[in-house]
């Protein structure tokens, strides 16, 4: 199976560069040889096969690219960014078509997508992984976590790419090539019951995922994870009363201020 790539956020400029300096090239074609004498000294047959004519350009390579966001989050307008991105610095020669979660592979999905070699990328929030890899939210934004600020520089100067790459790449046939940005803290909650103390979490239908799931199970919420694309609709029917999802801004986008009544920081 060809090695996989995975985009975990993906650092765009890093992996379009390498995909622009692989790009051999054109030669140039050879001069036909001007008239003369037929005294004038003609290049031997060796010579002459040596300077063949330029290869035709290779054909257009087609990558598809699924990251977990919906199209209604607007966190899926940087996953069409960074294929068009890497379309454009790669001259055209790797077009790179941008799907939203659910499109090829189940949404939250994309890194086993990846592994079995039914997507070319795939970008995800590393703690929809925590069933195999019990460490995967160390690397994203939780609730109560640090920030992006934090985050970043943790990523690029305290050895957390190599920490994240090697998590991913020693058991899965993926390649890891850095996070494409993170955002702030989750926010914690939006339910629709009001929430005073620890005794409110009791019985409790929330959507969450990661180590914060599983601490809300041992207080008695009842976890459940699902895609974000149903969240809406699970709250509008009453499937869940809660759920941790992004931040208010991503989240007012989703319109989820229409069916959950309170927010927790």
């Not at 890194?111 to 590393?126: D, K, R, T, Y």
């Not at 090539?177 to 993170?182: C, D, K, L, R």
């Not at 239908?205 to 149903?230: H, N, Q, W």
Request: hydrophobic content about 40%; aromatic content about 10%; overall charge negative.
């Amino acid at each position: 199976m060809k090695k996989g790539i995975l985009l975990l956020l993906v650092t765009v400029l890093a992996l379009a560069s390498l995909l622009v300096a692989g790009c051999a090239p054109s030669a140039t074609e050879p001069s036909a040889p001007s008239g003369g004498d037929e005294g004038s000294a003609t290049a031997p047959a060796d010579e002459e096969e040596e300077a063949a004519p330029a290869a035709p350009e290779g054909e257009v390579i087609t990558w598809q690219f699924q990251g977990h966001p919906p199209v209604s989050d607007y966190y899926f307008t940087a996953v069409q960014g960074i294929a068009d991105h890497i379309t454009a610095m790669s001259g055209g020669r790797l077009t790179v078509e941008a799907y939203a979660g659910g499109s090829i592979v189940p949404a939250s999905e994309e890194l086993e997508g990846v592994h079995q070699g039914i997507l070319n990328m795939g970008s995800a929030c590393p703690m929809y992984n925590v069933n195999k890899f019990p460490q995967a939210p160390l690397f994203d934004m939780v609730s109560g976590g640090m920030t992006a600020l934090q985050m970043t520089l943790w990523h690029t100067k305290g050895n957390g790419d190599e920490l994240a790459a090697r998590m991913w790449e020693d058991k899965m046939n993926v390649k890891y090539i850095g996070p494409q940005g993170f955002l702030p803290p989750e926010v914690w909650c939006q339910s629709n019951k009001k929430i005073e103390d620890p005794g409110d979490l009791k019985g409790l239908k929330m959507r969450c995922a990661g180590d914060g799931g599983e601490i809300l199970a041992s207080m008695g919420v009842s976890t459940v994870y699902f895609p974000g694309a149903e969240v809406y609709e699970s709250m509008q029917r009453g499937v869940i009363d809660a759920f941790e999802y992004a931040s208010p801004f991503l989240n007012w986008g989703m319109g989820f201020h229409e069916v959950a009544d309170y927010l927790y920081m």
